[in-house]
């Protein structure tokens, strides 16, 4: 069964950091794209950063470019999200998906002084 | 961008009546390859997203068969034949032919 598990969201100040973190099970993990997207409160769906299966390849939303790094660890089965100089907009639930066929259930990040 | 425009925005149904949600893009989302990478997700109230319809026309694994997808180029349509009350949430096309990938802006499905 293919298992998508996010975490490391919560409560940060504008101008902080948080790194969120996707842990797969269920699939050959190296042989996929993943993708990050979000969802403000109330709000639509964004994707917000994509890695190829090999991390030659990366996508950055505009709205994120620059202070967003997307990473993975095809060894630790693991997707990451390193959020820097966050503001109040990004605020959001994150998921993690996999070619957008599955999805996990999303970890809350709230910015917010 | 390829923007997605998706009518109506919300969608009232009686139960056991079928609907329908039109999805349009702002250029063709035939790739290179041949395939068109237009897909529908479900989202329940409170759940993740879900992929119902992928390539257009094709069921995801466990979709119930009153979900179809249909269309071409850059019209494309979800059509649920018999609304049951577990349908209820918001509805979205989205395209992975060019990057970035892009979603409409959702469509709610309610029962009347």
């Known amino acids: 069964e293919v298992q998508l598990v996010e975490s490391g969201g919560g409560l940060v100040k504008p101008g902080g950091s948080l790194r969120l973190s996707c842990a797969a099970s269920g699939f050959t993990f190296s042989r996929y794209i993943m993708n990050w997207v979000r969802q403000a409160p109330g709000k639509g769906l964004e994707c917000v950063s994509s890695i190829s299966n090999s991390s030659s390849d990366i996508y950055y939303a505009d709205s994120v470019k620059g202070r967003f790094t997307i990473s993975r660890d095809n060894a630790k089965n693991s997707l990451y999200l390193q959020m820097n100089s966050l503001r109040a907009e990004d605020t959001a639930v994150y998921y993690c998906a996999r070619n957008f066929d599955y999805w996990g259930q999303g970890t809350l990040v709230t910015v917010s002084s | 961008d390829i923007v997605m425009t998706q009518t109506p925005l919300s969608s009232p149904v009686t139960l056991g009546q079928p609907a329908s949600i039109s999805c349009r893009s702002s250029?063709?989302?035939?790739?290179?390859?041949?395939?068109?990478?237009l897909s529908w997700l479900q989202q329940r109230p409170g759940q993740p997203p879900r992929l119902l319809i992928y390539?257009?026309?094709n069921r995801f694994s466990g979709v119930p068969d009153r979900f179809s997808g249909s269309g071409a180029g850059t019209d494309f349509t979800l059509k649920i034949s018999r609304v049951e009350a577990e349908d209820v949430g918001v509805y979205y096309c989205m395209q992975a032919t060019q990057f970035p990938q892009t979603f409409g802006q959702g469509t709610k499905v309610e029962i009347k």
């Open positions: 250029q063709s989302l035939v790739h290179s390859d041949g395939d068109t990478y």
């Open positions: 390539k257009i026309s």
